[in-house]
C-alpha cells in the first residue's frame, strides 16, 4: 500500500480534530475525502505531510513515518492546497519554472505548461492580475505536473468553471493511469463520483464509512407517488431492495443493482409520477450529513 494510516490521531486540549483514523490507500488509486468543513479531512491531510504531529497512531507514505520521515515523505508528495498561496510578482510561466526548479532533476516544466495550456491559463500573466479562478488553475498545472507517485488535491475545482472542472477530472484519470495516485478531497459530490475508485466520509473526526464507487454506479433509486396500497415485497425480493415511506404518499425504492430483475414486480406496484435515477454518492453522503443527521446533532447538543 502506497499510504497507511492506523489510529491516526490529533486532539487539542478542547477538541479532538482526527481520532482513530485507520485506512489503506493502493497505488494507482484515486481516493476521494468527504465531509462538511470541521469534519477533520485538512487535519488528516496535515499529518500525512508531516506538518502536524499525530496525539496517537502513526501514518507511512511509501514506506516512511509522516512524522519521523516528514521531508522523505514531501518528497514523493504533491500537494494542492484549498487555498493555495502564490507569488504574486510573478508571471505564470516564472511561477510553474519556479516550483519545477522545486524538484532537481524533474523533467515537469513543459508538462505544467501543456496542463496550464489545457486549463485554458494564459502564463504570461502577471499572477497579481490573474482572476481567483486563474490562480486556482495553476496552482493545478503546478501540482499536477509534479513527478511523484501521490497527489494530494484539497478542494482542486474550487472556482473553476464546469468545462474547466471537467478538463481536471480527465487530468485525474490521466495520473490514474500513469500510475499515480490521488487524494482527492471534495464539496463537489458529482465530480468525487466521476474520479474516485473509492471514498471514505468523515464526521466529527472520525472515518464513519468506506464506499467502493463501482458497484454503487450499478445502484438506482425510484422515486414514486403511490395512489393505492404498498404490496408486500416478495420474499425474494426482501432482502434486496431498500424502501423508504415519505409521508403519506411518496415512496423511495432502491435496488442494489440493475433493474431488469425487479421491472415485473414494480410494474404491478400502483405508483405515478414515477422517477428513475442512479442512487449516487449523495444517497450515501446523507446517511451521514443529511438534513435529519443535522438536526439529530444539534438535538443532543441542546440536551440538558
Given at each position: 500500500?502506497?499510504?497507511?494510516?492506523?489510529?491516526?490521531?490529533?486532539?487539542?486540549?478542547?477538541?479532538?480534530?482526527?481520532?482513530?483514523?485507520?485506512?489503506?490507500?493502493?497505488?494507482?488509486?484515486?481516493?476521494?475525502?468527504?465531509?462538511?468543513?470541521?469534519?477533520?479531512?485538512?487535519?488528516?491531510?496535515?499529518?500525512?505531510?508531516?506538518?502536524?504531529?499525530?496525539?496517537?497512531?502513526?501514518?507511512?507514505?511509501?514506506?516512511?513515518?509522516?512524522?519521523?520521515?516528514?521531508?522523505?515523505?514531501?518528497?514523493?508528495?504533491?500537494?494542492?492546497?484549498?487555498?493555495?498561496?502564490?507569488?504574486?510578482?510573478?508571471?505564470?510561466?516564472?511561477?510553474?519554472?519556479?516550483?519545477?526548479?522545486?524538484?532537481?532533476g524533474s523533467q515537469e516544466v513543459e508538462r505544467s505548461f501543456r496542463f496550464a495550456?489545457?486549463?485554458?491559463?494564459?502564463?504570461?500573466?502577471?499572477?497579481?492580475?490573474?482572476?481567483?479562478?486563474?490562480?486556482?488553475?495553476?496552482?493545478?498545472?503546478?501540482?499536477?505536473?509534479?513527478?511523484?507517485?501521490?497527489?494530494?488535491?484539497?478542494?482542486?475545482?474550487?472556482?473553476?468553471?464546469?468545462?474547466?472542472?471537467?478538463?481536471?477530472?480527465?487530468?485525474?484519470?490521466?495520473?490514474?493511469?500513469?500510475?499515480?495516485?490521488?487524494?482527492?478531497?471534495?464539496?463537489?459530490?458529482?465530480?468525487?463520483?466521476?474520479?474516485?475508485?473509492?471514498?471514505?466520509?468523515?464526521?466529527?473526526?472520525?472515518?464513519?464509512?468506506?464506499?467502493?464507487?463501482?458497484?454503487?454506479?450499478?445502484?438506482?433509486?425510484?422515486?414514486?407517488?403511490?395512489?393505492?396500497?404498498?404490496?408486500?415485497?416478495?420474499?425474494?425480493?426482501?432482502?434486496?431492495?431498500?424502501?423508504?415511506?415519505?409521508?403519506?404518499?411518496?415512496?423511495?425504492?432502491?435496488?442494489?443493482?440493475?433493474?431488469?430483475?425487479?421491472?415485473?414486480?414494480?410494474?404491478?406496484?400502483?405508483?405515478?409520477?414515477?422517477?428513475?435515477?442512479?442512487?449516487?454518492?449523495?444517497?450515501v453522503y446523507e446517511r451521514f450529513h443529511g438534513p435529519v443527521v443535522r438536526h439529530?446533532?444539534?438535538?443532543?447538543?441542546?440536551?440538558?
Amino acid at each position: 500500500m502506497l499510504v497507511e494510516a492506523n489510529g491516526l490521531t490529533k486532539r487539542y486540549p478542547r477538541v479532538a480534530a482526527l481520532e482513530d483514523c485507520t485506512f489503506q490507500v493502493a497505488a494507482g488509486e484515486v481516493f476521494g475525502l468527504l465531509g462538511p468543513n470541521g469534519a477533520g479531512k485538512t487535519t488528516l491531510i496535515r499529518l500525512l505531510l508531516g506538518y502536524l504531529r499525530p496525539t496517537g497512531g502513526w501514518a507511512r507514505i511509501a514506506g516512511f513515518d509522516c512524522c519521523g520521515d516528514s521531508l522523505e515523505v514531501r518528497r514523493r508528495v504533491s500537494y494542492l492546497p484549498g487555498e493555495a498561496r502564490l507569488f504574486r510578482q510573478m508571471r505564470g510561466r516564472e511561477l510553474l519554472e519556479f516550483f519545477a526548479r522545486v524538484r532537481p532533476g524533474s523533467q515537469e516544466v513543459e508538462r505544467s505548461f501543456r496542463f496550464a495550456a489545457r486549463l485554458d491559463l494564459d502564463i504570461s500573466r502577471p499572477v497579481a492580475a490573474m482572476s481567483t479562478g486563474m490562480r486556482q488553475k495553476l496552482a493545478l498545472a503546478a501540482a499536477l505536473a509534479a513527478d511523484t507517485p501521490l497527489v494530494i488535491l484539497d478542494e482542486p475545482t474550487a472556482n473553476l468553471d464546469p468545462t474547466v472542472r471537467a478538463e481536471v477530472g480527465e487530468l485525474v484519470k490521466e495520473a490514474r493511469a500513469e500510475g499515480r495516485t490521488i487524494m482527492f478531497s471534495s464539496h463537489v459530490l458529482s465530480e468525487v463520483e466521476e474520479v474516485c475508485d473509492r471514498v471514505v466520509i468523515l464526521r466529527g473526526g472520525r472515518l464513519v464509512h468506506e464506499q467502493l464507487m463501482q458497484p454503487l454506479r450499478r445502484r438506482h433509486r425510484i422515486r414514486a407517488l403511490l395512489h393505492g396500497d404498498l404490496p408486500d415485497i416478495p420474499a425474494a425480493l426482501r432482502d434486496q431492495l431498500s424502501i423508504e415511506r415519505r409521508g403519506d404518499r411518496e415512496v423511495v425504492i432502491e435496488t442494489p443493482g440493475e433493474l431488469s430483475p425487479w421491472l415485473g414486480w414494480l410494474a404491478t406496484l400502483p405508483l405515478r409520477d414515477v422517477v428513475v435515477e442512479p442512487a449516487g454518492l449523495r444517497a450515501v453522503y446523507e446517511r451521514f450529513h443529511g438534513p435529519v443527521v443535522r438536526h439529530e446533532a444539534f438535538a443532543a447538543t441542546e440536551a440538558p
